[in-house]
């Protein structure tokens, strides 16, 4: 009985390896095809093989982009949890592009999935796809993003990006004593995470008319575009006491930046996110405080969600806020990348 | 007689160029005091070098009148592959093996991995006869999709000290990056000036056909050329990766774009045949200068974007004005 157990339970993951592998794959497959048909047929094949149902059905992991491990995690949790309901789960990259991610409502609805975990890509741009899922009587459960109506959502599960950036921001004015220079790496222009982020922040700092901005820029939540910004903006405001970057991996590049300045022990880097890179640079003390946003928490509950839905539930909250915690040296032990210990 | 006047027109684009890149100098040091610094010249030429390294490849690409739209691509795999042989091998469960990597076995497979995607693109212009657009459209697709393989979407992390000397050391007190672009402008100045096969790269892009029927092997210079691209692509890719001390699975967006602005702000052609590579450096300077200069003056990012369009617009307006006078 054990021994079945355990190869049952071997067949699962080498399952959830291959659907990873798929959902990865779904670019490459697109462009082979103007390179050679007969790959583009032996890829296909080599997918489609993945699909066959289990007993309960199909569940889409609808992610606005995979291009980021903090989505990766969230989108993978989703489909593993789901899984571990009894649905076969499949994950679609939106790439950040609201059209991309209405095709792929279009073939979830005709493809006979019965709840969509949703990470939209845009709050407003989103509700034309949620409502033709809705129209469907597909159940949608937003994950870490909100979209701005909730008629058209079953549930909203959110990280509060705002409030979080409040905490940030107070545990900011404790470090810096309410007084010195300091500048801000935001993040996309374009996408509302990085205001409400921003906006969060100065709600708190602007009260406080000794902490100087002293420069805002663009790091776009990328490493290496962030380093450069802070490569060069120790040039013109070189005695500064605190950066504020609006992600993790921003946070790893101003860092990175300030070593080869030599300035790492002076200037306090602070980031939001919970990465991998930032919870093990805080336990060594290079970086002084992150936001954990929980994203396998978020995709566990809406997973959940969806299965209880399924099986008759009706009763949701509309919307649901998931706390965004401060993680800083004193605590950093208490948690691992993405989450807590023992999540 | 009609090379000297093509050499003379060249001359005077370069000059141009050297004009635009003087006149932003200048206004810049009088609007920071914080730009015309030695910390801030080296930023600058370390901060170009990525751009360098892929917009060499790219001017020899357009030269013969193709376009490489798979460098930035190119770029992230060749570094993540690196990193990921570095930091974890390959493991063969089967065999029971573990193919361990040292720093120089690393680079050199990043380096192999571009020259080989770059022969791939080079294959498929020539053998298929798929236009160039087309064919490295779809290179781009399939590099980020094997980057996004070989990275199941997370970054790699922790790669050494000894593999972040070429991102982040100095030797003479000049930073790495910029020496190993510095000597890649030095090659390949000689090879487009002094070398058949730089002339044979020039002659393809001014005719095809003439150059076809003076005998010359127009396939093998083309897959040679496209080679060249990937090989430095995977240059950039490994110095991207060891100054993060990261291989990111998103490296290298957009950078295609930045590499074509270069190339075409140094005065190349894009209908091929006519530029150099001096042009192209004197592009990135200037697409470099002013990336610094916009931070150093802390102007809004939204107008930062307005502002390098304008700018690429107007060096291909006077660019193309000037030749009407000639």
Same mark, same amino acid.
């Given at each position: 009985?054990?021994?079945?157990?355990?190869?049952?339970?071997?067949?699962?993951?080498?399952?959830?390896?291959?659907?990873?592998?798929?959902?990865?794959?779904?670019?490459?497959?697109?462009?082979?095809?103007?390179?050679?048909?007969?790959?583009?047929?032996?890829?296909?094949?080599?997918?489609?093989?993945?699909? +066959?149902?289990?007993?309960?059905?199909?569940?889409?992991?609808?992610?606005?982009?995979?291009?980021?491990?903090?989505?990766?995690?969230?989108? %993978?949790?989703?489909?593993?949890?789901?899984?571990?309901?009894?649905?076969?789960?499949?994950?679609?990259?939106?790439?950040?592009?609201?059209?991309? %991610?209405?095709?792929?409502?279009?073939?979830?609805?005709?493809?006979?999935?019965?709840?969509?975990?949703?990470?939209?890509?845009?709050?407003?741009?989103?509700?034309?796809?949620?409502?033709?899922?809705?129209?469907?009587?597909?159940?949608?459960?937003?994950?870490?993003?909100?979209?701005?109506?909730?008629?058209?959502?079953?549930?909203?599960?959110?990280?509060?990006?705002?409030?979080?950036?409040?905490?940030?921001?107070?545990?900011?004015?404790?470090?810096?004593?309410?007084?010195?220079?300091?500048?801000?790496?935001?993040?996309?222009?374009?996408?509302?995470?990085?205001?409400?982020?921003? +906006?969060?922040?100065?709600?708190?700092?602007?009260?406080?008319?000794?902490?100087?901005?002293?420069?805002?820029?663009?790091?776009?939540?990328?490493?290496?575009?962030?380093?450069?910004?802070?490569?060069?903006?120790?040039?013109?405001?070189?005695?500064?006491?605190?950066?504020?970057?609006?992600?993790?991996?921003?946070?790893?590049?101003?860092?990175?930046?300030?070593?080869?300045?030599?300035?790492?022990?002076?200037?306090?880097?602070?980031?939001?996110?919970?990465?991998?890179?930032?919870?093990?640079?805080?336990?060594?003390?290079?970086?002084?405080?992150?936001?954990?946003?929980?994203?396998?928490?978020?995709? %566990?509950?809406?997973?959940?969600?969806?299965?209880?839905?399924?099986?008759?539930?009706?009763?949701?909250?509309?919307?649901?806020?998931?706390?965004? +915690?401060?993680?800083?040296?004193?605590?950093?032990?208490?948690?691992?990348?993405?989450?807590?210990?023992?999540? | 007689?009609?090379?000297?006047?093509?050499?003379?027109?060249?001359?005077? /684009?370069?000059?141009?160029?050297?004009?635009?890149?003087l006149l932003m100098v200048v206004a810049m040091s009088f609007l920071s005091d914080n730009f015309l610094?030695?910390?801030?010249?080296?930023?600058?030429?370390?901060?170009?070098?990525?751009?360098?390294?892929?917009?060499?490849?790219?001017?020899?690409?357009?030269?013969?009148?193709?376009?490489?739209?798979?460098?930035?691509?190119?770029?992230? /795999?060749?570094?993540?592959?690196?990193?990921?042989?570095?930091?974890?091998?390959?493991?063969?469960?089967?065999?029971?093996?573990?193919?361990?990597?040292?720093?120089?076995?690393?680079?050199?497979?990043?380096?192999?991995?571009?020259?080989?995607?770059?022969?791939?693109?080079?294959?498929?212009?020539?053998?298929?006869?798929?236009?160039?657009?087309?064919?490295?459209?779809?290179?781009?697709?399939?590099?980020?999709?094997?980057?996004?393989?070989?990275?199941?979407?997370?970054?790699?992390?922790?790669?050494?000290?000894?593999?972040?000397?070429?991102?982040?050391?100095?030797?003479?007190?000049?930073?790495?990056?910029?020496? /190993?672009?510095?000597?890649?402008?030095?090659?390949?100045?000689?090879?487009?000036?002094?070398?058949?096969?730089?002339?044979?790269?020039?002659?393809?892009?001014?005719?095809?056909?003439?150059?076809?029927?003076?005998?010359?092997?127009?396939?093998?210079?083309?897959?040679?050329?496209?080679? /060249?691209?990937?090989?430095?692509?995977?240059?950039?890719?490994?110095?991207?990766?060891?100054?993060?001390?990261?291989?990111?699975?998103?490296?290298?967006?957009?950078?295609?774009?930045?590499?074509?602005?270069?190339?075409?702000?140094?005065?190349?052609?894009?209908?091929?045949?006519?530029?150099?590579?001096?042009?192209?450096?004197?592009?990135?300077?200037?697409?470099?200068v002013?990336?610094?200069g916009?931070?150093l003056l802390?102007?809004?990012?939204?107008?930062?974007?307005?502002?390098?369009?304008?700018?690429?617009?107007?060096?291909?307006?006077?660019?193309?004005?000037?030749?009407?006078?000639?």
């Amino acid at each position: 009985m054990d021994v079945l157990a355990a190869s049952v339970a071997g067949i699962e993951q080498v399952r959830v390896r291959l659907d990873l592998e798929k959902a990865s794959m779904s670019g490459i497959v697109r462009l082979t095809g103007i390179l050679s048909f007969g790959a583009f047929m032996m890829l296909t094949v080599g997918c489609q093989n993945q699909t +066959e149902q289990t007993g309960q059905g199909k569940v889409a992991v609808v992610v606005s982009t995979l291009n980021n491990p903090w989505f990766v995690v969230l989108g %993978e949790t989703a489909k593993n949890r789901s899984e571990a309901n009894g649905y076969a789960a499949t994950i679609f990259d939106s790439q950040n592009d609201t059209a991309k %991610e209405a095709s792929h409502f279009e073939n979830v609805i005709a493809g006979g999935y019965r709840a969509i975990l949703f990470n939209p890509t845009d709050a407003d741009g989103s509700i034309l796809n949620a409502k033709k899922a809705q129209d469907a009587g597909i159940p949608v459960f937003c994950m870490d993003r909100e979209i701005n109506s909730t008629e058209v959502t079953t549930a909203q599960i959110l990280s509060d990006n705002y409030s979080g950036c409040v905490t940030l921001g107070q545990h900011f004015v404790k470090v810096l004593e309410e007084k010195g220079r300091y500048v801000e790496i935001l993040g996309l222009v374009g996408d509302n995470n990085t205001w409400n982020r921003s +906006e969060g922040f100065h709600s708190v700092v602007d009260r406080y008319p000794d902490l100087k901005m002293v420069a805002q820029q663009s790091g776009e939540f990328d490493r290496a575009k962030a380093m450069e910004v802070m490569d060069s903006l120790l040039q013109s405001t070189p005695d500064i006491d605190a950066v504020f970057c609006g992600n993790d991996a921003m946070a790893m590049g101003a860092y990175q930046a300030l070593v080869s300045a030599g300035k790492e022990e002076e200037v306090r880097v602070f980031g939001f996110d919970g990465a991998a890179d930032v919870i093990i640079s805080i336990a060594e003390g290079k970086i002084e405080a992150t936001m954990m946003q929980f994203p396998k928490r978020m995709a %566990e509950i809406a997973a959940d969600w969806a299965d209880r839905y399924l099986n008759g539930e009706r009763d949701f909250p509309s919307k649901m806020p998931v706390a965004v +915690e401060l993680v800083t040296a004193r605590n950093v032990d208490e948690y691992v990348p993405y989450g807590k210990e023992g999540d | 007689m009609i090379d000297g006047q093509v050499r003379l027109k060249q001359e005077l /684009i370069r000059f141009q160029s050297i004009i635009a890149l003087l006149l932003m100098v200048v206004a810049m040091s009088f609007l920071s005091d914080n730009f015309l610094t030695t910390a801030n010249g080296w930023n600058i030429l370390r901060q170009i070098s990525v751009n360098l390294c892929l917009s060499i490849g790219m001017t020899l690409v357009i030269l013969t009148g193709g376009i490489d739209l798979s460098v930035g691509a190119v770029l992230a /795999i060749s570094g993540a592959f690196a990193a990921g042989l570095l930091k974890n091998g390959i493991a063969f469960s089967e065999a029971d093996l573990l193919i361990q990597f040292s720093v120089s076995g690393a680079i050199l497979a990043g380096l192999l991995m571009g020259l080989f995607l770059g022969w791939f693109n080079g294959l498929m212009i020539t053998r298929f006869r798929i236009p160039p657009f087309v064919a490295t459209l779809g290179m781009f697709s399939i590099a980020r999709g094997l980057t996004m393989l070989w990275t199941k979407g997370f970054p790699i992390t922790g790669l050494g000290e000894t593999f972040a000397i070429i991102g982040t050391g100095n030797y003479l007190g000049i930073p790495m990056p910029v020496w /190993i672009s510095a000597a890649l402008v030095t090659v390949f100045v000689v090879v487009t000036r002094k070398t058949r096969f730089g002339r044979y790269v020039y002659a393809l892009g001014g005719s095809e056909r003439a150059s076809l029927l003076s005998g010359l092997n127009v396939d093998r210079i083309k897959v040679a050329v496209y080679t /060249i691209c990937g090989g430095l692509s995977a240059v950039g890719g490994l110095l991207v990766t060891s100054r993060l001390d990261s291989a990111q699975p998103n490296a290298g967006l957009g950078y295609e774009l930045d590499s074509i602005a270069a190339v075409v702000i140094g005065g190349t052609s894009l209908s091929g045949g006519r530029g150099s590579i001096l042009g192209t450096l004197l592009g990135c300077l200037i697409i470099g200068v002013l990336n610094n200069g916009l931070i150093l003056l802390d102007v809004s990012p939204f107008w930062q974007q307005v502002v390098k369009g304008l700018v690429i617009l107007t060096a291909v307006a006077i660019d193309k004005m000037s030749k009407k006078l000639q």
